[in-house]
C-alpha cells in the first residue's frame, strides 16, 4: 500500500509533494510529504476533450488531442488566440539540397505545415489530486504518435511527454505552439547562458535565423506575462 498523501497514477508510478532542504537529498519514504493547497481537478467534455485546473493554470484539450487553451487562472489571461487551433503537433517537409536528415533549407522552413490526423483517443488517465494527465494516440500513415499531457498540483508548468514509433520518409515533426505573447525579441539558452534574437525579419541575417538552436529553453515575453518552452537538450526552434 502506498503511504498516506501519495497518488498513484495510471502507470503504476506514484506521486507525493515532499520538502527537501536546498542541496540535500532524501528517500522517498523519509521525506517530509506536504499536502497541496490546491489540488488539481480534471475531467472530459461531453465533445471527447478533456480538461485540468490546479488554480494555477487551466488546460484545454479537444476531441482532436491539440491542447486548446491555457489560461493563467489569476489574471484570466489565455495564452492562445481564440481563433487559433491551440498547440499541437505537425508534420513538415524534410527534402534539403545536401546532408539529407541534417540540414533544414528554408523552403521546407517557410512551406505550410501538415497537421496531424485528430487523435484516436483522447483519454483521462489520472485526474489528480497531485497529477492530472491526459493521453492522446495519434496515426500518421504507420507511424504513431502517444503525446501526453501532464498538470501538477500548484505548477506553472504543462508538461508534455512524447513517445514516436517513427516510420515517415522525408518529413519531420513539430510541436507548434502559437502564443499570444508581444515583444520583438526571444531568449533562448545556450551553452553558458543564454542569447537573444528578433522575431521578426527585417534584415536579411535576421530572416537567416528560420531556424535556430536553444539549448534547454527557449521564452517570449511582456513586462508582465510571457511564456517559455522547456525540453531536454538542445532542440531547434522557430520564433
Known amino acids: 500500500m502506498p503511504p498516506e498523501g501519495v497518488q498513484v497514477c495510471a502507470d503504476g508510478s506514484w506521486a507525493a509533494r515532499v520538502r527537501v532542504e536546498p542541496l540535500s537529498s532524501a528517500s522517498f519514504h523519509e521525506a517530509h510529504r506536504v499536502e497541496a493547497a490546491l489540488p488539481v481537478t480534471a475531467g472530459t467534455h461531453a465533445d471527447g476533450g478533456c480538461w485540468m485546473d490546479n488554480g494555477v493554470v487551466r488546460v484545454m484539450i479537444d476531441a482532436a488531442g491539440r491542447v486548446a487553451q491555457v489560461t493563467d487562472v489569476t489574471s484570466g489571461r489565455r495564452l492562445f488566440n481564440d481563433d487559433s487551433s491551440g498547440a499541437r503537433l505537425v508534420l513538415h517537409l524534410d527534402q534539403p539540397a545536401e546532408y539529407d536528415a541534417w540540414d533544414i533549407d528554408e523552403p521546407d522552413a517557410r512551406r505550410p505545415w501538415t497537421e496531424i490526423p485528430a487523435a ?15 493521453r492522446c494516440e495519434h496515426r500518421v500513415g504507420a507511424t504513431t504518435l502517444v503525446h501526453e499531457v501532464a498538470l501538477t498540483a500548484q505548477a506553472t508548468r504543462v508538461d508534455h511527454h512524447l513517445v514516436a514509433d517513427w516510420h515517415q520518409s522525408e518529413q519531420r515533426l513539430a510541436f507548434v505552439a502559437p502564443v499570444r505573447v508581444g515583444g520583438t525579441r ?11 534574437r528578433a522575431r521578426h525579419a527585417n534584415t536579411s541575417w535576421q530572416a537567416a535565423h528560420f531556424e535556430q ?14 511564456a517559455a518552452l522547456l525540453f531536454v537538450g538542445p532542440r531547434g526552434v522557430d520564433v
Open 120 to 134: 484516436e483517443r483522447v483519454d483521462l488517465v489520472d485526474a489528480g489530486p497531485l497529477v492530472a494527465r491526459v
Open 186 to 196: 526571444a531568449s533562448a539558452g545556450v551553452q553558458f547562458g543564454h542569447v537573444v
Open 213 to 226: 538552436l536553444a539549448h534547454r529553453y527557449v521564452h517570449v515575453g511582456e513586462a508582465h506575462f510571457g
